[in-house]
């Protein structure tokens, strides 16, 4: 890893602000000009092919043939930030609206041993087009997220990952990308929204004869078919609370048609892993604590904060202590220090007043 870089990702991990140049810079002592921090940041562009050549020891240390491979989609929201082609609106399905920041799209690896991103896309809106509703401008990009979803696993194929499934949500779950995974010789497990139709026989797809998939019960043997895919699939539902006590469904699909329900639920919950990466890039990472302004640095910051991630991922498997523990003990030991430094201003100590008046009371 190139010297500045590494020195730029430790930064981000140790920092609890805004992660600059010149807070670096001063952090060196000023050996390190924060003239040459901004050029670095701003000398190439760092590339999913470069986070994998960071990735690498650590895959090979954690590489297993049943490992899964997360595609999920994120925004790194930045209200305050002038946009451009990166810095861009994007619509939080989480959160119904739009919001700005950059919006990036995650290959995550995960086995028991421990995960790591293997790949990423960032969405660029570098057209300009003319909302017909509201006539207004506005930024759109040329390639959709579910080319991005495609060309990450393809990327992860051609790279030798070592995976059986393929996990996402239902953002994902067109027929389009179920046969892609299919033809890479993967398989996956894919929730379905509420109003997709599946045939209960090949013989019913054929007739056309579609049900809405809240009317099926799915037994252990439940084979369903969807228009546009031309293999079965095992066909299950989870029912669950969420944080507010409501219930929901959960159906999900999955090419591996051996199986069962209870193996499927099993093997989609670790697609939660890829959730907890994403607030760990925020929390941990300084993600969100960049002031730069230009797309080549932005997404730069972006790259290092990447190589965070598999830094603290190396990290926490040495010691046996998650991220937010990690990142806990960094912060606690950092106050500690600033407190002796203290100490060396001999601050005026508030002890004998206190005791004084805990005489008179």
């Not at 730029?8 to 600059?20: A, E, F, Q």
């Not at 057209?127 to 401008?137: A, D, E, F, L, S």
């Not at 379905?192 to 019960?217: T, Y």
């Not at 498997?317 to 606690?332: D, G, P, Q, S, V």
Request: proline fraction near 3%; charged fraction near 25%.
């Amino acid at each position: 890893m190139n010297a500045l870089l590494d020195l730029y990702v430790d930064y981000l991990i140790c920092s609890t602000s805004y992660t600059t140049a010149t807070g670096l810079s001063r952090l060196t002592n000023n050996k390190i000009t924060h003239d040459k921090i901004t050029r670095f940041l701003n000398s190439k562009d760092f590339t999913a092919s470069d986070l994998w050549q960071v990735a690498k020891p650590l895959y090979k240390d954690i590489e297993d043939e049943n490992g899964v491979l997360a595609i999920d989609d994120s925004i790194e929201e930045k209200p305050y930030t002038d946009e451009n082609e990166l810095m861009a609106w994007h619509f939080d399905h989480t959160k119904g609206r739009s919001v700005k920041g950059i919006n990036f799209v995650t290959a995550f690896y995960e086995t028991r041993k421990g995960s790591m991103p293997v790949g990423y896309e960032l969405v660029r809106k570098t057209k300009i087009v003319v909302n017909k509703k509201t006539g207004k401008k506005q930024r759109k990009s040329p390639v959709t997220k579910q080319a991005y979803y495609r060309n990450l696993i393809q990327k992860a194929v051609e790279n030798n990952v070592d995976f059986k499934y393929v996990l996402n949500d239902s953002w994902f779950s067109s027929s389009e990308n179920m046969n892609f995974v299919k033809k890479q010789n993967k398989e996956f497990i894919m929730p379905l929204k509420r109003n997709r139709k599946i045939a209960l026989s090949k013989q019913d797809k054929a007739l056309g004869k579609f049900v809405g998939i809240d009317s099926v019960r799915p037994g252990e043997n439940a084979q369903v078919w969807l228009e546009g895919v031309d293999f079965p699939l095992r066909f299950t539902r989870q029912v669950f609370k969420n944080g507010g006590g409501v219930t929901g469904i959960l159906y999900l699909v999955s090419s591996d048609i051996e199986l069962t329900n209870e193996q499927i639920l099993t093997i989609y919950k670790r697609r939660w892993k890829v959730e907890t990466y994403h607030q760990s890039l925020k929390s941990n990472i300084s993600l969100e604590k960049s002031p730069a302004k230009k797309p080549r640095t932005q997404a730069n910051h972006f790259f290092a904060s990447l190589c965070g991630y598999i830094r603290l991922e190396c990290i926490s498997r040495m010691t046996k202590h998650n991220h937010f523990a990690l990142k806990c003990k960094i912060y606690t030991e950092a106050l500690k220090k600033a407190m002796n430094e203290l100490k060396i201003f001999h601050a005026p100590s508030f002890l004998q007043i206190e005791d004084r008046e805990l005489v008179h009371a």
